[in-house]
């Protein structure tokens, strides 16, 4: 099964159109993310990651909802 992870974008590192990236925080761990398919999203904002791309905007609270689930059943290490 494949899921999105929720991220906060911490800082923006290419905005060029097609390779729009940003380094974005999964509680504690960073990646650089394609964010092409958000260009409305800012610093601050979390987004759900999913293979490289964030593919959508969610709110902060949502995020942590789903934190807090992928912790319970274990599936945050896969991030590092």
């Not at 899921?3 to 800082?11: D, T, V």
């Not at 159109?17 to 800012?42: H, M, Q, W």
């Not at 759900?48 to 609270?61: K, L, M, P, Q, T």
Request: glycine share 8%; proline share 4%; aromatic share 8%.
């Amino acid at each position: 099964m494949c899921l999105g992870i929720p991220g906060r974008i911490e800082e923006f590192i290419n905005l060029a159109p097609l390779e729009r990236t940003a380094r974005v925080s999964f509680g504690g761990i960073c990646k650089d993310i394609n964010i092409a398919y958000v260009p409305e999203a800012v610093v601050g904002d979390y987004v759900i990651v999913h293979v490289g791309f964030a593919i959508s905007r969610v709110n902060e609270r949502e995020a942590q909802r789903i934190f807090h689930y992928l912790e319970q059943i274990g599936d945050l290490q896969e991030l590092e």
